[in-house]
């Protein structure tokens, strides 16, 4: 389980291809300390399991269903990712809880800066529309945000100086994919009225 509160970046080293499995070798320093194989690290909101350690390079394997739904099919060596260690028993919740578990990817489509901030503008997909609230909450790249203005087909991001400082959302263009996650609490009330709507109908 995660927090959405990102620790950092890390920048990927490598990148190999094998017949079903690709492999990525990230950077981690500074987020390594009692990392062991096995565990459990959000990568740009991407659950991944640690397969190998050297030192502060640590290895990931991603399976064809997670190239599929995530930016992870996209990424290449030298690329930033936004990093969270899994949360730990007393751990501050300060963002909302999330699984690791990506819904879709969504398209930057408008990008505006605001004095300190940025506004984003990104692309409500079809799959994660009924669950996309005004003030709700969403995670974009494992960084838990509040949604600003909703449309069909977009809805906005307001982003402050310290989250463009530690994560890699700033650097983002328009035309880049996000990964987005919807939190199981909203997934299961908007589910649970949809199902009363259908059977009042």
């Not at 991407?46 to 390079?57: E, K, Y």
């Not at 530690?166 to 909203?186: A, C, L, P, Q, Y």
Request: aromatic share 4%; glycine share 10%; with cysteine.
């Amino acid at each position: 389980m995660y927090t959405g509160i990102v620790s950092g970046m890390c920048q990927v080293l490598a990148i190999e291809d094998g017949e079903e499995i690709r492999s990525f070798v990230v950077e981690l320093t500074g987020h390594e300390d009692g990392l062991e194989i096995g565990a459990s690290v959000a990568l740009e909101g991407v659950c991944m399991t640690v397969v190998a350690i050297d030192d502060s390079q640590i290895r990931f394997d991603a399976i064809p269903e997670t190239l599929k739904r995530t930016t992870f099919g996209s990424l290449e060596e030298g690329d930033w990712v936004n990093v969270e260690r899994s949360l730990k028993m007393g751990d501050e919740l300060g963002g909302h809880v999330l699984s690791g578990h990506v819904m879709t990817t969504a398209q930057i489509l408008g990008k505006t800066e605001r004095g300190e901030g940025i506004d984003l503008i990104i692309e409500n997909p079809e799959e994660a529309r009924p669950y996309i609230l005004e003030k709700g909450f969403i995670a974009v790249d494992g960084m838990s945000l509040t949604i600003g203005e909703v449309s069909d087909e977009s809805f906005a991001l307001h982003i402050i100086p310290e989250t463009l400082r530690i994560t890699t959302i700033g650097d983002k263009r328009v035309g880049n994919s996000v990964n987005i996650e919807i939190d199981s609490r909203t997934q299961a009330v908007v589910e649970t009225v949809m199902r009363n709507l259908e059977d009042n109908a």
